[in-house]
């Protein structure tokens, strides 16, 4: 099993893997366009046979800030660490990139606490990060917790 950045291929099965979770109620649903259009974002887990096991994007959305989004891993590979796994994938990226501020909106807000997030108000991101959520179904009576890590 490996992570690794995702391609052109794996659009279709990560849209199946994140529309099986937002049909849950777990996290946000995204378009087949929205995930073409940001393909580089996202890194896949695949299973020995090549199998996408799990997806996370890694939105770079200011100079100092990016953001974990679309976070799954399937049912039958959960509570094995691959979660954390994809999340240090991208904290890692992240610092690649020179940026040590990465946040979060999630339903799950206490499995990234214990990966070190901090929750905070919603109001202390910027504006930007907004434009996705107009978007949303539930915009805008927003019920995900914000949280966000610190690197420095």
Known sequence: MKIRKAKINDVKPIHELLTHFSEKGLLLPRSLSDLYDHLRDYNVFEDQHGQIIGAVALNVSW???????????????????????????????????????????????????????KEVEKAVLPHKIWADCVHCPKFPNCDETALLIDMY
Request: aromatic residues 14%; glycine residues 8%.
């Open 63 to 117: 100079e100092d800030l990016a953001e974990i989004r679309s976070l799954a891993v399937k049912e039958d590979y959960q509570a094995q660490g691959l979660g954390r796994r994809l999340v240090e994938y991208c904290l890692s990226d992240a610092i690649t990139l020179g940026i040590y501020r990465v946040f979060t909106l999630t339903y799950q807000p206490d499995f990234f606490r214990k990966l070190g997030f």
